[in-house]
């Protein structure tokens, strides 16, 4: 079955400092994956995504991620962290051969000043 | 243009009492998705609509819960007989996908219902 998983609960960087959000996948075939955002009190935020084409996927607010088909892992990375992104990020996978998306159980990225 | 919107923002009900959310998708999306959030958790899937075809019933947690989309466009999702433990945030999502081309994946999310059960 596929799944994914983000393996911390929270994640504490610097303000200034590079950031990494970990996640990893079990699919069969080529997986399609996600990452979301969401902010205190609002809804999940589209960030980016892989279906196919480059590994480096670039997104909103100065993030990207890359797809390592080899260790089966999309972390979620950016430069320079600042505190207004801290919030809670999810990653998602395809469910293969539906249009269902299964989500990881979130990671709480908190960027100190 | 106007994004996927969800009402009430809040929902306080009692026990044994039926509850409806609804969930008015981005005009064009194709697909629908209802998740539930529970307080600092991940989302479980509900239940999914696309197009003409049979909604994947497959997350919905018991027969208490149910859901219809009406003209290809908005959905209601009803609890009936509502308990405590499915107090949450009911979130719904639209995406765009062609039968044609033109499929983009990623899911749009409305601000969702908070649910409290009392």
């Known amino acids: 079955a596929q799944s994914v998983a983000q393996p911390e609960d929270q994640v504490n960087v610097a303000e200034g400092n590079p950031l990494t959000v970990k996640c990893t996948y079990s699919?069969?075939?080529?997986?399609?994956l996600f990452w979301y955002v969401q902010y205190p009190n609002r809804g999940l935020q589209f960030l980016l995504k892989?279906?196919?084409?480059?590994?480096l996927v670039k997104g909103s607010y100065g993030f990207e991620a890359e797809f390592n088909k080899s260790q089966t892992s999309f972390h979620l990375k950016k430069p320079s962290a600042l505190v207004s992104d801290s919030a809670l990020y999810f990653c998602?996978?395809?469910?293969?051969?539906?249009?269902?998306?299964?989500f990881g159980t979130g990671t709480r990225l908190k960027v100190l000043a | 243009g106007a994004g996927v919107s969800q009402s009430p923002s809040n929902k306080v009900t009692e026990k044994g009492k039926d509850v409806e959310l609804r969930c008015d998708p981005i005009?064009?999306?194709?697909?629908l998705y209802w998740y539930r959030q529970s307080l600092g958790q991940g989302l479980e899937f509900l239940i999914y609509?696309?197009?003409?075809?049979?909604?994947?019933k497959s997350g919905l947690p018991s027969d208490r819960f149910s859901a219809e989309r009406t003209g290809g466009s908005v959905s209601t999702l009803t609890i009936q007989r509502t308990q405590q433990e499915d107090s949450a945030v009911y979130l719904c999502?639209?995406?765009?996908?062609?039968?044609?081309?033109?499929?983009?994946?990623?899911?749009?999310f409305g601000p969702g219902t908070r649910l409290t059960v009392t």
């Open positions: 999502a639209s995406s765009l996908i062609g039968l044609a081309g033109g499929t983009s994946y990623e899911q749009y």
């Open positions: 699919v069969s075939g080529n997986p399609y």
């Open positions: 892989y279906i196919t084409g480059d590994n």
């Open positions: 998602a996978v395809r469910d293969k051969g539906t249009y269902k998306y299964i």
């Open positions: 005009s064009g999306h194709t697909a």
């Open positions: 609509f696309q197009g003409n075809s049979a909604p994947d």
